[in-house]
Nanobody
Framework: QVQLVESGGGLVQPGGSLRLSCAASGVTSNDYAIGWFRQAPGKEREAVSCISSSSVGINWYVGSVRGRFSVSRDNSKNTVYLQMNSLKPADRGIYYC??????????????????????WGQGTQVTVSS
């Protein structure tokens, strides 16, 4: 059974940093592209980033985080990371990771669509506040 577990969320001041982890079990994480999403109270789930498998090597970011967030993999730990720097109050929300159902690549045309993903984790809360 595929399971993804997020961790690393917390409370941080504006301008601070957090690193989120998405640990995979029941699957080799590098066999799949992994996406990060977030959902703020009263808002729809929003795609943040997608990392393809190492063999594909294509990643995507939503415009509001580009240059501040960085996604990476540690295949030896079966874990994907989301490094978040220069955090803003608008970045707050529950962050989820999920695997791309179709396989290894984050496709430009639909990487941001939640319907492309499965095996959603339970989420980790990120709060950005002074």
């Amino acid at each position: 059974q595929v399971q993804l577990v997020e961790s690393g969320g917390g409370l941080v001041q504006p301008g601070g940093s957090l690193r989120l982890s998405c640990a995979a079990s029941g699957v080799t994480s590098n066999d799949y592209a992994i996406g990060w999403f977030r959902q703020a109270p009263g808002k729809e789930r929003e795609a943040v980033s997608c990392i393809s498998s190492s063999s594909v090597g294509i990643n995507w970011y939503v415009g509001s985080v580009r240059g501040r967030f960085s996604v990476s993999r540690d295949n030896s730990k079966n874990t994907v990371y989301l490094q978040m720097n220069s955090l803003k109050p608008a970045d707050r929300g529950i962050y989820y990771c999920a695997r791309v159902i179709s396989g290894r690549a984050c496709e430009k045309s639909h990487w941001s669509s939640p319907v492309q993903y499965g095996s959603w984790g339970q989420g980790t809360q990120v709060t950005v506040s002074s």
